[in-house]
């Protein structure tokens, strides 16, 4: 199946008489027909379903259909995308370890890996997103167990040059991790340019409609854990009489530990009704996509032609610095553009309360046109070294294109630039 056609119909084929509908199953607990059907199952949860904090059918049918539309082996929605992130991390690095990060990431996965993952013992060595091979190996530590990115950065915009930093990760034995949101697989596929797991909050334009929060881990099952650094792989689990997930699940070691272990015991799994209306947005996911980047683009080129704006931040122009990689990793840019308002904070403060049709709203690759000042919202706990680090400036504007008309789009953005003297 193509994705549009994944987008419908993977994850759930529904038998005779079933729901055309993947079905909500409201319920935390299932059934079994003996004391010893029970016990077994907590030998070897994946056997059956034991209760939903670890899986549930509604949910299991949309993990299959992203891991499908991802390329992926499998995978295991969570309840938000940080949390994504950080069982990502967590499933193979403990106290004592260190990873790589990109310093061009969302915000609060800095805050996340700066400063709480610290705080339990792990490191995060951040390095500029255009480094170069040397200089990304010059980063790694004898500790060290995993490199991280994002496809597209938010809100910096800037695209990661996947398959370099994956053949610095793999040349060291480690795996590299890949946050896919803004991209969402209708735009890229990271494993295809060599990424080994993926994430996303699913909240973005997976959902579209704003209505739920939720994340999501895809593992590639290309990476092999066994050079000595991943003992938690490799060797036995006693939270689960001794099973090592390499031998017992091969490929899909790594997701069914972070299902097994981590899901376990942190119960940051999202409710069936959640996943539902993720489903809704999934189905039009790749048309959304579609018309997402088409008007973003004209909205681009509006801002470029403005006498108001000091730089636009888009990798689908073609004089944005990400241009040449997006045009290697990208079939489209997504709805998202940066800008720096001529004026400083103060102007770009005025422009955005005097907008009508655009929400001035903490979310982004929405349905519905919203803007956001990243400097005094999403990236607010930064440094200002932390906040040039990843590409923010005190007039920068995040500009989420919606699905509206795009005349409607442009004229509001006029009637904002009109406020400004």
């Not at 840019?333 to 103060?346: A, H, L, M, N, P």
Request: glycine share 8%.
């Amino acid at each position: 199946m193509r994705d549009e056609t994944k987008c419908l119909h993977a994850g759930y084929t529904p038998k005779n008489t079933e729901p055309r509908v993947v079905p909500i199953v409201q319920s935390t607990t299932y059934v079994y027909d003996s004391t010893e059907a029970v016990g077994a199952v907590f030998d070897e949860p994946t056997h059956s379903l034991i209760y939903s904090r670890f899986a549930n059918p509604t949910v299991m049918a949309i993990e299959e259909k992203i891991a499908a539309l991802e390329g992926g082996i499998g995978a295991m929605c969570t309840s938000s995308g940080q949390a994504a992130s950080l069982l990502s991390i967590l499933n193979i690095c403990n106290a004592g370890d260190s990873f790589i990060s990109t310093t061009q990431i969302y915000g609060g996965t800095v805050n996340l890996f700066y400063s709480t993952l610290k705080n339990m013992g792990i490191e995060c060595i951040f390095i500029d997103g255009d480094a170069t091979e040397a200089e990304i190996q010059a980063a790694f530590k004898p500790n060290t167990k995993a490199v991280f990115g994002e496809t597209l950065a938010n809100p910096a915009l800037t695209v990661l040059d996947i398959e370099k930093f994956a053949k610095v990760a793999h040349a060291n034995n480690v795996p590299l991790i890949i946050d896919n949101t803004f991209a969402t697989p209708i735009l890229c596929k990271p494993i295809e340019f060599g990424a080994d797991i993926v994430v996303h909050s699913t909240s973005k334009y997976m959902d579209g409609h704003a209505v739920q929060v939720g994340g999501v881990i895809i593992d590639s099952g290309n990476f092999d854990w066994h050079s000595g650094n991943f003992p938690g792989l490799t060797e036995p689990d006693p939270s689960y009489k001794g099973i090592i997930y390499t031998e017992t699940y091969g490929k899909a070691a790594y997701i069914i530990k972070a299902r097994m272990q981590l899901m376990r015991d942190f119960g940051v799994y999202p409710a069936a009704h959640s996943a539902f209306l993720l489903n809704l947005g999934l189905e039009t996911l790749a048309l959304r996509m579609e018309r997402y980047c088409e008007n973003a683009l004209k909205v681009a080129k509006f801002f470029e032609a403005s006498d108001k704006v000091e730089k636009v931040i888009y990798p689908g122009l073609e004089s944005d610095k990400s241009y040449t990689l997006a045009q290697k990793y990208l079939k489209g840019c997504s709805g998202v553009i940066s800008f720096v308002i001529k004026g400083g904070k103060e102007n770009a403060v005025k422009f955005m309360d005097s907008l009508k049709l655009a929400s001035n709203e903490v979310h982004v690759a929405d349905i519905r046109t919203c803007v956001l000042h990243p400097a005094s919202a999403t990236h607010r706990q930064l440094t200002d070294e932390q906040l040039v680090a990843a590409g923010i400036n005190p007039g920068m504007i995040r500009f989420s294109v919606g699905l509206e008309n795009i005349d409607d789009i442009l004229e509001d953005i006029q009637l904002g630039f009109s406020s400004l003297k």
